[in-house]
């Protein structure tokens, strides 16, 4: 397992250390596993910066791109050419940043024990994070945490970013049947667009319980002439577009005609090829959590929760894992606790107003999965009437209630 890190010329993300007077650098890093040994690996990332036009020039001056090797397995190397762990990590914010968020808080492995073990202080990398400024960092100093978007750099602590929805499911629940012509999907998605959606979600595929479930062919027929109309109207400029599916032939689609985002319910269930494919479409994926898929989500054994806010953070952990160990980078998952999935009203309840406890359990985890940007599908849910109607079966606690309430009102994502 290695860790190289990255950075690359831009517009807007960090405030460069050491040399002032260049452009923003956009840093990030990722694990992986190579064949290569650790000189050719640093081979490999010359040629890699030289193809994309890195020239030789001042030492810590400008440069498109900049790769280095920060950990090689539990190596220790001290060679003319190459130094590991990288000499100076434990000096650099926007090296620790997206170092901390790929190391695990429980080192489940010899490997990741060793980088503790090896960094400059005895303590460990949490320690250096934290003498450092740790979290406080973030968001001053020029240093702000990004998704790459379509064109953009989204700061999703900066706001809560609406999420308008577009259902193109005669079947489907709330709007089912009304958008199935073209023209007034468009309208529809005029009208989101002008109430403020900053995201426009298209699904074509029904996740009701006893919903038929759609082949790619079916999802596509519906999908394209909507998607291919939306991307002529101006109001979608500068809006992003997310397309709400498992398969991974209607996500390559639809990023080929323009969206922007994959929303995948089944978190890579549905489809094994969805996370490969993503993977090659670079482009950001929402993982939700759910059991089962949607005909059995609701069964008696997918609803059994002994802590909803610690099961769902701990299984929607491991979906992010095998994510990322598809080759999908962190910094491109968007987490979804999965509001109504394999939940009764109860459980969403609890869930909801227990946002920051998943995050909490998350971040005993990875420190990474506790900062993903998380999204919460809460609109025209069943149990949201429920909160309101006094003759609910639903067992109401008050508190949860009205956690659950300010968390949908104050935008608690
Ligand atoms: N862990 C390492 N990863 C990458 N390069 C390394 C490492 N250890 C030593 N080096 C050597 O450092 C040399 C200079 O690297 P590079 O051009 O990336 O420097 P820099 O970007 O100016 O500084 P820095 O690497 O501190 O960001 C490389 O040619 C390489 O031989
Ligand atoms: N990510 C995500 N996708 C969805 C959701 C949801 O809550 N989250 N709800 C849906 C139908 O209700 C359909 N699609």
Same mark, same amino acid.
């Given at each position: 397992m290695v860790i190289v890190t990255g950075n690359v010329e831009l517009e807007c993300a960090c405030v460069p250390? @050491?040399?002032?007077?260049r452009p923003p650098f956009l840093n990030s890093a990722v694990r992986g596993t190579t064949k290569l040994g650790p000189h050719d690996l640093l081979r490999l990332l010359k040629k890699i910066e030289k193809d994309l036009g890195r020239t030789d020039g001042i030492r810590y001056g400008p440069r498109p791109i900049d790769l280095d090797i920060l950990? @090689?397995?539990k190596h220790h190397i001290n060679s003319e050419s190459l130094t590991i762990p990288h000499e100076r990590i434990h000096k650099r914010p926007f090296v620790m940043a997206p170092l901390m968020d790929l190391v695990r808080t429980s080192t489940e492995t010899d490997v990741e024990a060793s980088w503790h073990s090896l960094s400059k202080c005895s303590d460990g990398l949490f320690k250096i994070w934290e003498n450092l400024g740790g979290e406080s960092l973030i968001g001053k100093e020029g240093l702000r945490r990004v998704l790459p978007v379509g064109d953009e750099l989204l700061d999703f602590a900066e706001r809560t970013h609406v999420m308008g929805i577009l259902n193109l499911t005669p079947d489907s629940f709330s709007d089912g049947g009304k958008f199935q012509e073209v023209e007034a999907a468009v309208n529809q998605v005029k009208l989101l667009v002008s109430e403020g959606a900053d995201i426009i979600d298209i699904g074509a595929q029904s996740t009701r319980p006893s919903a038929r479930r759609l082949s790619v062919g079916e999802e596509l027929e519906r999908l394209v002439p909507v998607l291919d109309a939306v991307m002529k109207i101006p109001e979608i400029e500068g809006k992003l577009l997310s397309v709400d599916t498992f398969y991974a032939e209607v996500a390559a689609e639809a990023v080929s005609r323009g969206v922007h985002i994959v929303n995948d319910v089944s978190a890579g269930h549905l489809d094994p090829k969805i996370l490969e494919g993503v993977r090659e479409l670079g482009v950001p994926y929402i993982v939700m959590h759910m059991r089962g898929d949607p005909s059995t989500m609701q069964s008696d054994q997918n609803l059994q929760y002994e802590d909803v806010c610690k099961q769902v953070a701990s299984e929607l952990y491991s979906r992010v894992r095998s994510a990322e160990m598809a080759g999908i980078p962190l910094w491109r998952l968007i987490v979804d606790p999965g509001i109504g999935f394999s939940k009764d009203s109860k459980q969403n309840l609890q869930l909801l107003a227990g946002l920051s406890s998943v995050r909490r359990e998350m971040s005993k985890t990875s420190v990474g999965a506790s900062h993903m940007p998380m999204l919460v599908g809460l609109s025209r849910k069943r149990f949201l009437g429920e909160i309101c109607n006094h003759a609910s079966p639903v067992e109401r606690d008050p508190a949860t209630v009205s956690a659950a309430t300010s968390a949908i009102l104050g935008g608690a994502t």
């Amino acid at each position: 397992m290695v860790i190289v890190t990255g950075n690359v010329e831009l517009e807007c993300a960090c405030v460069p250390a @050491y040399v002032t007077n260049r452009p923003p650098f956009l840093n990030s890093a990722v694990r992986g596993t190579t064949k290569l040994g650790p000189h050719d690996l640093l081979r490999l990332l010359k040629k890699i910066e030289k193809d994309l036009g890195r020239t030789d020039g001042i030492r810590y001056g400008p440069r498109p791109i900049d790769l280095d090797i920060l950990f @090689y397995g539990k190596h220790h190397i001290n060679s003319e050419s190459l130094t590991i762990p990288h000499e100076r990590i434990h000096k650099r914010p926007f090296v620790m940043a997206p170092l901390m968020d790929l190391v695990r808080t429980s080192t489940e492995t010899d490997v990741e024990a060793s980088w503790h073990s090896l960094s400059k202080c005895s303590d460990g990398l949490f320690k250096i994070w934290e003498n450092l400024g740790g979290e406080s960092l973030i968001g001053k100093e020029g240093l702000r945490r990004v998704l790459p978007v379509g064109d953009e750099l989204l700061d999703f602590a900066e706001r809560t970013h609406v999420m308008g929805i577009l259902n193109l499911t005669p079947d489907s629940f709330s709007d089912g049947g009304k958008f199935q012509e073209v023209e007034a999907a468009v309208n529809q998605v005029k009208l989101l667009v002008s109430e403020g959606a900053d995201i426009i979600d298209i699904g074509a595929q029904s996740t009701r319980p006893s919903a038929r479930r759609l082949s790619v062919g079916e999802e596509l027929e519906r999908l394209v002439p909507v998607l291919d109309a939306v991307m002529k109207i101006p109001e979608i400029e500068g809006k992003l577009l997310s397309v709400d599916t498992f398969y991974a032939e209607v996500a390559a689609e639809a990023v080929s005609r323009g969206v922007h985002i994959v929303n995948d319910v089944s978190a890579g269930h549905l489809d094994p090829k969805i996370l490969e494919g993503v993977r090659e479409l670079g482009v950001p994926y929402i993982v939700m959590h759910m059991r089962g898929d949607p005909s059995t989500m609701q069964s008696d054994q997918n609803l059994q929760y002994e802590d909803v806010c610690k099961q769902v953070a701990s299984e929607l952990y491991s979906r992010v894992r095998s994510a990322e160990m598809a080759g999908i980078p962190l910094w491109r998952l968007i987490v979804d606790p999965g509001i109504g999935f394999s939940k009764d009203s109860k459980q969403n309840l609890q869930l909801l107003a227990g946002l920051s406890s998943v995050r909490r359990e998350m971040s005993k985890t990875s420190v990474g999965a506790s900062h993903m940007p998380m999204l919460v599908g809460l609109s025209r849910k069943r149990f949201l009437g429920e909160i309101c109607n006094h003759a609910s079966p639903v067992e109401r606690d008050p508190a949860t209630v009205s956690a659950a309430t300010s968390a949908i009102l104050g935008g608690a994502t």
